[in-house]
Each structure stands twice: as C-alpha cells, then as structure tokens.
C-alpha cells in the first residue's frame, strides 16, 4: 500500500486468502472498503471434524504432489471444475510449478501446513466482529455432501459480520472458475 501510495482498497480474496482478508480488515478497518470474499473465510475450525494434526497432514501431502506430464496436471485442475476453457487452460498456469522436469503445486505443502495452523491458533469467528467494512461472502454449493455445513458456518458468518451471504448455486469451491459471470457482476454492483 505505501509502494502504491494507497490509503485504502476493495478486497477480493479466495479460499484461504479470505480469512487473510478478514484479519486484516479486523486489525486495519480504515484500510478495507469493502471485501468480496469468494468460498472461504467462513469455514471456521472449530466447526471442523478434523483434528489440526489429521488436516495438517492432508495438506502436506495433497500440496506436495508430483505429476510427470503437464497433461496430468491439467486433468487434476480440470476435475476441479465444471467447464472448462482456453482462459482456464491460462489460469491453470499459474497454479503450477516446474522445475526438474516435473510439475507441482505452486504453494508447498509446508506454506499449506503453516496456514492450517494458523487457521486453528486463531478462529476467524473470533474477530468477525472487528470486521468494519462491507462484507459478502460467495459461497459454493458443490458438493452436496457439505451443505450442512456450509450453511451452519455461513450462517454464523453473516450473524457476526453483519455481512451478506450469496449462495450461488451449481458451484464448486472454484466458484469463480464456475461463474466468473456472478463475480464480475458482485464487483460492478457493488465496486463501480
């Protein structure tokens, strides 16, 4: 912000960059005009049937995959989502990394384990109230096995942020992947 001689901003975020998102607009509510956050920073741990040592080692693991072939890569991201495109195929880009004739992650498992802990040392449901700007929250709806419970925590989302929830139906955790359309649309209403 000082680089850019900013003194505040919008805030869209994803997955985890939303609890980020919310951190800081609790810690620096002069900064955040507004934040648009896309499935995530709703997903409190306390809420989680998971311990943080069983999550931990799900995310090491997951992030520290290796593919041989870009091919395989691909067809990883391509089960992520519902359609799939030439402006995918350029966003898949960036979520990989190659070195040594092979392709990975672009975050390490050890960045997924420290996020993870954080996450449970320090419950974004605890500090939703310091949040002061605007809030919404795009939440997916795909799959249907976690319904129950993103309505549970979305729910304790919207009551403590005082926020807006949008429930954007035929979503997967890729929601702005699956409609890049209501994203654009949130930002021109709400931005513009």
Sequence with gaps: ???????????????????????????????????????????????????????VAYYEQDFEQVWESWEDF?????????????????AAKDLCLYQNQRYYWHARGETAAHFIRAMHKDEAEEIYHKVKAPVLLLRATLPQSMEAKRIKTAAIFKEKTHGEVKCIPGTTHLLHWDRPDVVVNEINIRWK
């Excluded at 960059?17 to 509510?29: I, M, N, Q, T, V």
């Excluded at 002069?30 to 896309?38: A, F, N, P, W, Y």
Aim: charged fraction near 20%; aromatic fraction near 14%; hydrophobic fraction near 40%.
């Design 74 to 90: 691909l067809a990883l991201v391509q089960s992520e989502t519902l359609h799939w495109s030439s402006k995918k195929l350029e």
């Design 1 to 55: 912000m000082n680089l850019l001689q900013l003194n505040s901003f919008y805030f869209l975020s994803h997955s985890w960059g939303s609890f980020a998102a919310l951190f800081y607009a609790a810690k620096y509510p002069e900064k955040v005009k507004d934040c648009i956050l896309i499935d995530g920073g709703y997903q409190g741990k306390r809420h989680s049937e998971q311990t943080v040592e069983d999550e």
